[in-house]
Structures are given as C-alpha cells and as structure tokens.
C-alpha cells in the first residue's frame, strides 16, 4: 500500500533562517506531487506541484521554492523565512490520471518568531 | 478564475439528524468535484468523488449531489455522530492533467450528542 511521509511535524524558526521540508511517498512510481498550504481557519492554497523528477510548477509568487531530486521525494525550501510564512503546509500526491483524489501527509506546522 | 466557495460559518446540529453541507463553484462545470474530511492539526483526507455527468454519489452514511445548473454539490451525512465534527473541504480539478486541486475554506461541522 502506499504511504507519504511529510517531517516535521511542527517546526519553530526565526525570521531569515532557511527551511527544508521534506516529504517521501512509497508505495507507487511517477506520482504527482503537491505542496500546499493552510493559513489558519482557511482552505488549501496550492504552492508547488510536480510531474516529474525536476519538473516543477510553482502556483503563487513567493519566498518559498520546491525541488524533486528523485521521484518519490518532494522538498520545501526557503533561504531566509519571512514572518508570513508560518502556516500548515502539507505534502500531497495523486496518480498521473486526472479525476483522482490527492493523498495528504500530516502536515507540518511551521511558525516563523 | 475558477473559485470554490464553501459556507465558512460553523455547521451545529444535534446526533442523528442529517447534516447538509454546500460547495459552489464560479465559472466552468468541473469534471469532477471532490470532498475531503479534516480533523485539527491532521492533513486532509479524500471520501468522495463526483464527476459532472452523475447526479448523485453515495458511500455508507455519506451522499453527495452534483448541479451543474444550480453551479453546486452538496454534501450530506445522514444519522451524524459526534465522531463526524471535523472540517469538510470541497475541491475541484483543474483543467489540465496534472491532478491539481482547487479547494473551498472548508465548513466545520459540530455534532452535538
């Protein structure tokens, strides 16, 4: 069966730090791979999202940036955080077929002080 | 642009009535519209999938309509449980093939024993 894992689970970082959040599937191959996030008391906001090894499209304007350096595993990044931020960001993938649902991993509460 | 639009007021009712909750969508009729059930600090996960030329999905206690005059699904959990309080998002696919999804705020739903 397949499974995605998504770490940290919460994350507490000054302001111009760096982030890496990383998130692995297995289980599947070629999946398509998301990065959203979550403001508080709102719905998902799509940030990055992959077809492929390399292949990735960013969605919003941002300090954030996303790589996929193998096929199953999906980075967050950001050089220097900003105080906005601090959210729930989650890791998701479907199958390449359209119509799909998205499987999520448990998310990470990052909070930029 | 394609927006969802969810009720972002909180849903009370009482154990055993019939909850009811909306999702509209603006522009284009969705190939599929999709619901999602949310518990705090947890990632979304997938219930239903309905696709625009089928009126009507069911999966035990849970039903969900698609209009595609009314531009609306509903989502309905009939016999509610204090376990069904959570937030339910709606999303809607993206017009390309690359599994994107297009959430509502989401509408939290509190059953009351």
């Known amino acids: 069966s397949q499974t995605i894992h998504q770490w940290p689970a919460t994350l507490v970082q000054p302001v111009g730090s760096p982030l890496s959040l990383e998130c692995t599937v297995e289980g599947t191959s070629n999946p398509n791979l998301y990065w959203y996030r979550q403001a508080a008391g709102r719905g998902l906001q799509l940030l990055f999202y992959s077809v492929g090894i390399g292949q990735i499209s960013s969605e919003v304007p941002q300090n954030l940036s996303a790589s996929r350096p193998q096929d199953r595993q999906f980075i967050l990044s950001s050089k220097k955080l900003l105080l906005s931020d601090s959210g729930f960001y989650l890791c998701a993938w479907s199958v390449t077929e359209r119509g799909t649902e998205a499987f999520f991993g448990q998310g990470t509460r990052l909070t930029v002080v | 642009s394609q927006k969802i639009e969810q009720n972002s007021e909180a849903l009370n009712i009482q154990e055993g009535k019939t909850a009811t909750l909306t999702c509209n969508y603006t522009n284009y009729s969705p190939a599929y519209l999709q619901w999602y059930r949310q518990d705090p600090g947890r990632g979304p996960v997938f219930l239903l999938l309905i696709r625009e030329n089928e009126k009507e999905k069911r999966k035990e206690r849970l039903k969900v309509t698609f209009d595609t005059t009314l531009k609306q699904s509903l989502f309905h959990i009939t016999a509610s449980q204090p376990a069904d309080s959570a937030t339910y998002l709606c999303?809607?696919?993206?017009?390309?093939?690359?599994?994107?999804?297009?959430f509502g705020q989401g509408t939290t739903l509190q059953v009351k024993p």
């Open positions: 999303a809607r696919g993206g017009s390309s093939n690359t599994g994107k999804l297009i």
